[in-house]
């Protein structure tokens, strides 16, 4: 089971992703030493909707794509986030990925 913590510690680093960047699940878990935990990550970022301050919106997969937007309403919703922040999603995907990706284990050493 998933502690309260895990979520917090998730949101934290969630808080820290600067606008106009975007980070992926697996970076995420990665960062808090959960080897394999992206699924949980995103499981966290599915309960931030009820907190405020949580720019969920700012998490993608490691590919770029924006899986999370089921979870927003409406679900195009997360990539008007994004684009307001300068950020071009095509075919719901993050374009030029690599230049926006914001990797929390080398930002924040």
């Known amino acids: 089971m998933l502690s309260e913590s895990f979520f917090e510690n998730v949101y934290e680093v969630v808080k820290l992703i600067p606008r106009g960047r975007v980070t992926s699940y697996g970076a995420i878990a990665k960062y808090l030493g959960i080897k394999s935990g992206a699924r949980m990550v995103g499981w966290a970022l599915n309960s931030s909707h009820i907190k405020k301050n949580i ?19 409406p679900p195009t919703l997360m990539q008007e986030k994004l684009e307001k922040e300068g950020i071009q999603v095509i ?10 990706f914001w990797d929390p284990s080398i930002e924040m050493l």
Do not use: E, Q
């Open 55 to 73: 720019p969920a919106h700012r998490v993608v997969n490691s590919s770029g794509l924006l899986t999370g937007k089921i979870h927003f309403t």
């Open 91 to 100: 075919n719901d995907k993050i374009k030029d990925f690599k230049s926006v």
